[in-house]
């Protein structure tokens, strides 16, 4: 399969999971399905198919005749973006464990 077709496979996984995310409910209850804190896997679950994905897309994007970067630029790029992501996965985590204490 093309990686650039993973990639994008993955992409619209992790779109979905923060999709379904937000419309889980947050309390636990017998037949509400999914919590909050496992629709939240589910999308950090999307971040590593992403991650898994992404030697292969930037070689990919860096192989295109009108891109003047590198791969390892655009795997850097990458990993930053979604760094800056998993990082905010954590933090709502943090927030809504926080607020469900009080």
Known sequence: MDPLVVAIIAAVIAI??????????????????????QALGAGILGLGIMLVAMPWASGAIAALDFISSSDFAILSGAVYA???????????????????EA
Not at 28 to 34: E, H
Not at 94 to 99: L, P
Request: proline share 0%.
């Open 16 to 37: 979905g999971a923060v999709f379904y995310m937000r419309s889980a409910k947050t309390e636990a209850s017998a037949d509400s399905g999914l919590t909050f804190t």
């Open 82 to 100: 979604l760094g800056i992501l998993a990082l905010l996965g954590g933090l709502v985590l943090m927030i809504v464990k926080g607020s469900s």
